[in-house]
């Protein structure tokens, strides 16, 4: 979170306009061959659709609810920004009174090479917009709620936006996940599951993915996940790197000993599922054998949805 003496001047309660509009399409054709109907979902600003032609990643969008930093969310119905010509995310940056956006403007370049990608980096504009925090994430809950009511309609079966968006991925997103708004170390994490599996780069919280650095946890366990001591290893058609060429043995510690670290912050209502990548005594396949701890911590209140940390 950024303190207030470093945040740009604003005007005394210049907030824009923000809505997730969420809305349930069809009979309409789908990616799926089975689906009859699809859930879409568009960001207006100030009543204007920011992005017709494109889809919103509500993953990438509920994350932005708590931390700063660049999402991609806008993406290619596909799944995939870069399909739809979008190289630069959404920068979001959490200040103690509002969040704000800056958009590439345009926000979309199809056609272009990679020398004018690269181009385009060094001559990139951004519009600016300024919410109000609560109001941000009331909007992006109210979307989610709608979202997932439409899985129950009955025009089934139903698809999500964008392609690749399961609909239990969609059932388990929830916003909120820290006590504190930035996510900063002491805080506490309130989200309901905690998932870690295959190695330690990505924690998946409240379906939302989160990489070591940007959970709220001292450096030495954020470490963790630094496989540097480890040579590639060669395999079949090529290398392995990171993780997948250290010991077995101790990828399961180092994940243990984040799992540990992470029940000590997290309330008693967190359940932190860690999945083993076990080798198979007979054919050499990884089996997945999952273990279950709670946190530790008496629920503690969130303090930072809006208004000064």
Same mark, same amino acid.
């Given at each position: 979170?950024?303190?207030?003496?470093?945040?740009?001047?604003?005007?005394?309660?210049?907030?824009?306009?923000?809505? %997730?509009?969420?809305?349930?399409?069809?009979?309409?054709?789908?990616?799926?061959?089975?689906?009859?109907? #699809?859930?879409?979902?568009?960001?207006?600003?100030?009543?204007?659709?920011?992005?017709?032609?494109?889809?919103?990643? &509500?993953?990438?969008?509920?994350?932005?609810?708590?931390?700063?930093?660049?999402?991609?969310?806008?993406? +290619?119905? @596909?799944?995939?920004?870069?399909?739809?010509?979008?190289?630069?995310?959404?920068?979001?940056?959490?200040?103690?009174? #509002?969040?704000?956006?800056? /958009?590439?403007?345009? =926000?979309?370049? &199809?056609?272009?090479?990679?020398?004018?990608? *690269?181009?385009?980096?060094?001559?990139?504009?951004?519009?600016? $917009?300024?919410?109000?925090?609560?109001?941000?994430?009331?909007?992006?809950?109210?979307?989610?709620?709608?979202?997932?009511?439409?899985? $129950? @309609?009955?025009?089934?079966?139903?698809? +999500?936006?964008?392609?690749?968006?399961?609909?239990?991925? %969609? =059932?388990?997103?929830?916003?909120?996940?820290?006590?504190?708004?930035?996510?900063?170390v002491g805080c506490q994490i309130v989200g309901r599951t905690v998932q870690i599996r295959d190695g330690l780069y990505w924690v998946t919280i409240n379906g939302i993915y989160y990489r070591l650095?940007?959970?709220?946890?001292?450096?030495?366990?954020?470490?963790?996940?630094?496989?540097?001591?480890?040579?590639?290893?060669? @395999? *079949?058609?090529?290398?392995?790197?990171?993780? %997948?060429?250290?010991?077995?043995?101790?990828?399961?510690?180092?994940?243990?000993? %984040?799992? #540990?670290?992470?029940?000590?912050?997290?309330? #008693?209502?967190?359940?932190?599922?860690?999945t083993d990548r076990v080798r198979s005594c007979k054919d050499g396949l990884r089996i997945g054998r999952r273990i279950s701890i709670w946190g530790q911590l008496p629920y503690k209140a969130i303090?930072? /949805?809006s208004g000064e940390l």
């Open positions: 979170m950024n303190p207030a003496s470093n945040a740009p001047h604003f005007a005394e309660h210049s907030f824009d306009r923000f809505e %997730l509009r969420v809305e349930l399409q069809g009979p309409c054709e789908t990616y799926s061959e089975k689906a009859r109907s #699809r859930i879409t979902q568009s960001v207006f600003i100030n009543g204007k659709n920011i992005a017709p032609e494109n889809s919103i990643d &509500l993953i990438d969008l509920s994350k932005s609810c708590q931390l700063s930093g660049e999402f991609f969310i806008v993406t +290619c119905g @596909c799944g995939e920004a870069g399909c739809a010509g979008i190289y630069d995310g959404i920068r979001v940056t959490h200040f103690d009174d #509002r969040i704000m956006w800056e /958009v590439p403007d345009p =926000l979309a370049h &199809l056609g272009l090479s990679d020398e004018e990608v *690269e181009q385009l980096g060094e001559d990139r504009v951004y519009k600016q $917009f300024s919410f109000e925090s609560q109001a941000y994430l009331l909007a992006v809950e109210e979307g989610l709620r709608i979202a997932k009511g439409f899985l $129950f @309609c009955d025009k089934q079966p139903v698809e +999500c936006s964008p392609y690749g968006m399961a609909p239990e991925r %969609l =059932l388990t997103l929830d916003p909120i996940v820290f006590s504190e708004r930035g996510a900063s650095d940007e959970l709220p946890i001292p450096e030495d366990i954020k470490a963790l996940n630094d496989w540097s001591g480890w040579e590639p290893k060669s @395999c *079949e058609g090529g290398f392995v790197f990171g993780d %997948l060429a250290a010991p077995e043995h101790e990828v399961r510690r180092r994940v243990r000993v %984040l799992a #540990r670290h992470l029940a000590t912050i997290a309330h #008693r209502r967190t359940e932190i599922q860690v303090t930072a /949805v």
